[in-house]
């Protein structure tokens, strides 16, 4: 069992979300971490909690968009803490959508923060760890990576992308002390887009807590598990595994099941939902303009 006593890890997209509650099982375990996010005024609040409870945060403000200046933030990292331990990729963007009303700004900016960041500052961190020869990677995917969803699926395709250049690394790094792990949740409670849209999760679908992803992170960590799907309890997790596995030869026959316990419904409603709030501050805006007040 690894112990994460004394580790430095590095936390991206730490100011919000799930990086909050995995930043507090880090601290818990006594870890040191480099909170990294674009908002300033989320890692200061983070910063707090963490301190409350006796544990050790270092704020990197950054915005993980900006894959082609990542360099200069592992510059950053290695003049304020000592060499990345741990690495978490947590930042993530996602977007509901029908596919035709995606823009390409849109794609650009989903890709890039769910794979391409990740790939790129573990592409600038893994060689310290391997000289080393110690270090973790954890990748927070999810189970849209294992299932295209309907309406959300830029997203999917940047998980699926993330998972199986998680399983490909892994075999590289086979033989070496190096350990990379995913962890894939289902629809989790209290953050993202649970919250953000305010539509409840159909409950054949299964709902996990943030609480549950953040300990699965640990245990991954701890036991060096290559893939951990967190979906509401052990058995409905097994279950959700069975079912990728069919998928695999009849890919059509989890569509039906996608349809039948309401998740195309519930995204297709997400997708309407967001839609309708970016359009009434474009009306509101043409209004004012029509009035000469914008």
């Keep these: 069992m690894t112990f994460l006593k004394g580790k430095t890890v590095l936390l991206t997209g730490a100011s919000r979300g799930l990086g909050v509650y995995i930043a507090r099982n880090l601290a818990k375990e006594q870890a040191t971490i480099v909170g990294v996010s674009r908002s300033k ?69 989903i890709v890039s923060t769910n794979l391409l960041a990740a790939m790129e500052i573990t592409r600038l961190l893994l060689p310290s760890m391997l000289e080393r020869g110690s270090g973790h990677i954890v990748n927070i995917a999810s189970v849209a990576g294992k299932k295209g969803v309907a309406y959300n699926s830029v997203y999917s395709a940047s998980k699926a992308g993330l998972i ?25 409670s209290k953050v993202g887009m649970t919250v953000n849209t305010r539509i409840p999760v159909p ?64 995204n297709q409603s997400r997708a309407e939902n967001l839609n309708s709030i970016e359009i009434l501050p474009n009306q509101l805006k043409k209004q004012l303009k029509k009035t000469g007040i914008a």
Excluded: H
Aim: charged share 15%; aromatic share 6%; glycine share 6%.
């Design 41 to 109: 005024l989320g890692l200061d609040r983070v910063c707090e909690q963490i301190k409350a409870v006796g544990g050790k945060w270092i704020s990197i403000p950054f915005d993980m968009t900006n894959v082609a200046e990542l360099s200069t933030l592992a510059t950053q990292i290695n003049e304020v803490a000592s060499p990345v331990d741990i690495l978490i990729n947590n930042a993530g963007i996602e977007i509901y959508r029908n596919f035709v009303d995606y823009s390409l700004e849109e794609m650009q900016s």
């Design 164 to 188: 199986l250049w998680t399983d490909a690394i892994r075999q590289e790094l086979a033989g070496t002390d190096v350990n990379i792990s995913t962890i894939c949740p289902g629809y989790v």
């Design 203 to 266: 409950q054949l679908a299964g709902i996990s807590t943030p609480i549950q992803v953040a300990n699965a992170v640990i245990k991954s960590l701890k036991q060096n598990q290559a893939e951990v799907i967190v979906n509401q309890s052990p058995i409905t997790a097994s279950l959700t595994k069975l079912m990728f596995a069919t998928g695999q030869i009849y890919p059509e026959f989890v569509d039906i099941i996608y349809r039948l316990i309401g998740v195309v419904k519930l």
